[in-house]
T-cell receptor
Framework: GAVVSQHPSRVICKSGTSVKIECRSL??????MFWYRQFPKQSLMLMAT?????????EQGVEKDKFLINHASLTLSTLTVTSAHPEDSSFYIC??????????????FGPGTRLLVL | AQSVTQLGSHVSVSEGALVLLRCNYS??????LFWYVQYPNQGLQLLLK??????LVKGINGFEAEFKKSETSFHLTKPSAHMSDAAEYFC????????????FGAGTTVTVRA
């Protein structure tokens, strides 16, 4: 149980284009999903918290107009990198938290999406 | 505020030897503590978690961790390393008051020698 998927697993795009990454909870309902960014050989940096049916909450220093997050259902959140530039190249990982009471503290992670902007 | 310090960015062990990964945390309230493992180009897999129940927590793949409040530590151990344990390990902490947002340590890379 508690499986989270991401699509695509890898994407290459041209500078200036937009890229959408999907995060799905496959066997549970996730009221909250989180989006992280990870640079090579580094830890995960939380970008934003996504709650179903409401606006995402962004961490300090993260441009909300550049990284658009939509959490349209209890099983799907999307991250759109708008007008991507080479410095946006990174490994993006999402996580999801179960809706059930008593399990709120545990996040389950997706496999990640490798973005390369040329 | 919550934070995590992982001592040692790289640990090398022989196959069959003890694996010990150190994690110290700071938290203003009773914390939730986690160990995650990451294999190359993959997401994070939950190894185990401490949620204020038993202080000795057993996880998957033979790993266990002990919560020591007096030492603010949550070290991860495995009695006998296997080649498949080679990976990146992250310790993380979250708090109820921060909506369970995770703060991660810098990570420890484990290599296993044959």
């Amino acid at each position: 149980g508690a499986v989270v998927s991401q699509h695509p697993s890898r994407v290459i795009c041209k500078s200036g284009t937009s890229v959408k990454i999907e995060c799905r909870s496959l066997d549970f309902q996730a009221t909250t999903m989180f989006w992280y960014r990870q640079f090579p050989k580094q830890s995960l940096m939380l970008m934003a918290t996504s709650n179903e049916g409401s606006k995402a909450t962004y961490e300090q220093g993260v441009e909300k107009d550049k990284f658009l997050i939509n959490h349209a259902s209890l099983t799907l959140s999307t991250l759109t990198v708008t007008s991507a530039h080479p410095e946006d190249s990174s490994f993006y990982i999402c996580s999801a938290r179960e809706r059930l009471a008593g399990t709120q503290e545990t996040q389950y992670f997706g496999p990640g999406t490798r973005l390369l902007v040329l | 505020a919550q934070s995590v310090t992982q001592l040692g960015s790289h640990v090398s062990v022989s196959e069959g030897a003890l694996v010990l990964l150190r994690c110290n945390y700071s938290s203003s309230v009773p914390p939730y503590l986690f160990w995650y493992v990451q294999y190359p180009n993959q997401g994070l897999q939950l190894l185990l978690k401490y949620t204020s129940a038993a202080t000795l927590v057993k996880g998957i793949n033979g790993f266990e961790a002990e919560f020591k409040k007096s030492e603010t530590s949550f070290h991860l151990t495995k009695p006998s390393a296997h080649m498949s344990d080679a990976a990146e390990y992250f310790c993380a902490v979250s708090e109820t008051g921060r909506d369970y947002k995770l703060s991660f340590g810098a990570g420890t890379t484990v290599t296993v020698r044959a």
